[in-house]
C-alpha cells in the first residue's frame, strides 16, 4: 500500500507514538507485508525468528519491537507491539468508509457492462469494458476489474484477509489495506471468494477461469490462462504462474509457488512449491507418476503379510 505522498519518517513515528532510529526526514513511501516489499516500504516484525529476514528485506523502515543494529541505508520504528502499529497505520491512511449506495458514486463502470440486479458495488471501484456481473454479486471498495469479465451470482470480491494474532485474550485481525485486481478476460464462477490483499493486492491474471466456490487467499498472484476447478482453496501469498490447472477439491497452503504449466489432480493437498511442467497428486501432493506407484504399492502390502504368514 502506497501513501497518497510521502511521509517522513518522523511523521510516521508521531503518528504510532514511538521511537525512531534514522533521519527525522527519512522518506517513507508505503507499507507493505514481507512477502510484497519495496524499498521505501515499512514492514513490520515481531517475532525475533524473523527479525533477521525484515531488516535484510526490500523494505527501507522495519517497525520492530525490539532495539536492534540498523542496516545501512535503512531506519526503524520501535514499537511495542509492531502489529497493533501496522494496523494503526492502516486505519490512518486507508480508513473504512462506510457506502453510501449500492452502486458507489466514484465507481466508474465502463462501455457496455451489465450489471444486473442486486449488485454491490462500493466506493472507489473500477471495471472496464463488456463486463457482466450477475446478481448478488459483492464488489468490494478500490477492487479493479478489467475488459470482458463474467462474474457469476454470489462472488465476493475484497472480503477482509484471514490474517489474525493470537493473543492471550482474543484473536486480533491485522487491517487489510490492499485490494482486489482482476485482469481481461477472466471468467470467475458463482460463489467463488477473493479475498483483498493485506497491503498489496490480490491479482487474478488475464484469461483465468475460476469454477463455482472457489476461493483465493489474500495477496495470491495467479497468473494468466489458469484453469482452477470447484471447491480450490488457496491461502494467503500463494504464487500461481502462467497456465496452470488445478482440479477440484485442491488445498493450497500459504507462501509457496506453483511452477508454469503444473496439473494439479482433484483432492491433492499442497504443502510446499511445486516445479512447473508437471503433474502432481496426493497429500502431499507429490509427481503424479510416483504417486500411484506408491498407491499400487500399498496395495500389495496384504498380500506379501498372507505371504508371509503362510511361511511361519
Same mark, same amino acid.
Given at each position: 500500500?502506497?501513501?497518497?505522498?510521502?511521509?517522513?519518517?518522523?511523521? !510516521?513515528?508521531?503518528?504510532?507514538?514511538?521511537?525512531?532510529?534514522?533521519?527525522?526526514?527519512?522518506?517513507?513511501?508505503?507499507?507493505?507485508? !514481507?512477502?510484497?516489499?519495496?524499498?521505501?516500504?515499512?514492514?513490520?516484525?515481531?517475532?525475533?525468528?524473523?527479525?533477521?529476514?525484515?531488516?535484510?528485506?526490500?523494505?527501507?523502515?522495519?517497525?520492530?519491537?525490539?532495539?536492534?543494529?540498523?542496516?545501512?541505508?535503512?531506519?526503524?520504528?520501535?514499537?511495542?507491539?509492531?502489529?497493533?502499529?501496522?494496523?494503526?497505520?492502516?486505519?490512518?491512511?486507508?480508513?473504512?468508509?462506510?457506502?453510501?449506495?449500492?452502486?458507489?458514486?466514484?465507481?466508474?463502470?465502463?462501455?457496455?457492462?451489465?450489471?444486473?440486479?442486486?449488485?454491490?458495488?462500493?466506493?472507489?471501484?473500477?471495471?472496464?469494458?463488456?463486463?457482466? !456481473?450477475?446478481?448478488?454479486?459483492?464488489?468490494?471498495?478500490?477492487?479493479?476489474?478489467?475488459?470482458?469479465?463474467?462474474?457469476?451470482?454470489?462472488?465476493?470480491?475484497?472480503?477482509?484477509?484471514?490474517?489474525?494474532?493470537?493473543?492471550?485474550?482474543?484473536?486480533?485481525?491485522?487491517?487489510?489495506?490492499?485490494?482486489?485486481?482482476?485482469?481481461?478476460?477472466?471468467?470467475?464462477?458463482?460463489?467463488?471468494?477473493?479475498?483483498?490483499?493485506?497491503?498489496?493486492?490480490? !491479482?487474478?491474471?488475464?484469461?483465468?477461469?475460476?469454477?463455482?466456490?472457489?476461493?483465493?487467499?489474500?495477496?495470491?498472484?495467479?497468473?494468466?490462462?489458469?484453469?482452477?476447478?470447484?471447491?480450490?482453496?488457496?491461502?494467503?501469498?500463494?504464487?500461481?504462474?502462467?497456465?496452470?490447472?488445478?482440479?477440484?477439491?485442491?488445498?493450497?497452503?500459504?507462501?509457496?509457488?506453483?511452477?508454469?504449466?503444473?496439473?494439479?489432480?482433484?483432492?491433492?493437498?499442497?504443502?510446499?512449491?511445486?516445479?512447473?511442467?508437471?503433474?502432481?497428486?496426493?497429500?502431499?501432493?507429490?509427481?503424479?507418476?510416483?504417486?500411484?506407484?506408491?498407491?499400487?504399492?500399498?496395495?500389495?502390502?496384504?498380500?506379501?503379510?498372507?505371504?508371509?504368514?503362510?511361511?511361519?
Amino acid at each position: 500500500m502506497k501513501f497518497p505522498k510521502a511521509q517522513s519518517l518522523e511523521n !510516521i513515528a508521531a503518528i504510532i507514538d514511538c521511537e525512531f532510529v534514522g533521519a527525522p526526514d527519512f522518506p517513507v513511501l508505503g507499507m507493505n507485508e !514481507i512477502h510484497v516489499v519495496q524499498p521505501g516500504d515499512i514492514v513490520f516484525v515481531d517475532h525475533p525468528k524473523y527479525y533477521d529476514k525484515a531488516l535484510r528485506s526490500q523494505a527501507t523502515v522495519v517497525l520492530i519491537n525490539k532495539k536492534v543494529d540498523c542496516p545501512d541505508g535503512k531506519a526503524l520504528l520501535i514499537s511495542e507491539d509492531p502489529f497493533r502499529d501496522f494496523n494503526k497505520l492502516t486505519h490512518h491512511f486507508n480508513p473504512f468508509a462506510p457506502a453510501r449506495a449500492v452502486i458507489a458514486d466514484s465507481a466508474k463502470i465502463g462501455k457496455h457492462t451489465i450489471i444486473q440486479p442486486n449488485v454491490f458495488i462500493g466506493n472507489n471501484v473500477v471495471i472496464g469494458d463488456d463486463c457482466v !456481473i450477475h446478481s448478488n454479486v459483492a464488489i468490494y471498495d478500490n477492487t479493479i476489474i478489467g475488459n470482458n469479465v463474467t462474474i457469476h451470482a454470489g462472488a465476493v470480491l475484497g472480503a477482509d484477509a484471514f490474517y489474525y494474532k493470537n493473543r492471550p485474550e482474543k484473536f486480533d485481525k491485522l487491517l487489510s489495506g490492499g485490494n482486489v485486481v482482476i485482469k481481461d478476460d477472466v471468467d470467475i464462477g458463482a460463489l467463488c471468494t477473493i479475498d483483498s490483499g493485506v497491503s498489496a493486492s490480490t !491479482i487474478i491474471g488475464e484469461g483465468t477461469k475460476l469454477d463455482n466456490q472457489v476461493h483465493v487467499g489474500h495477496d495470491t498472484v495467479i497468473g494468466k490462462r489458469c484453469l482452477i476447478a470447484s471447491q480450490v482453496g488457496i491461502a494467503g501469498c500463494v504464487l500461481i504462474e502462467d497456465l496452470v490447472t488445478i482440479w477440484g477439491q485442491v488445498g493450497i497452503t500459504s507462501g509457496i509457488t506453483i511452477g508454469e504449466k503444473a496439473v494439479i489432480s482433484a483432492q491433492s493437498g499442497v504443502s510446499k512449491s511445486l516445479p512447473g511442467h508437471k503433474s502432481y497428486f496426493g497429500t502431499p501432493a507429490d509427481d503424479f507418476r510416483k504417486k500411484y506407484k506408491e498407491i499400487a504399492s500399498i496395495r500389495l502390502i496384504p498380500d506379501i503379510i498372507d505371504k508371509l504368514d503362510k511361511l511361519k
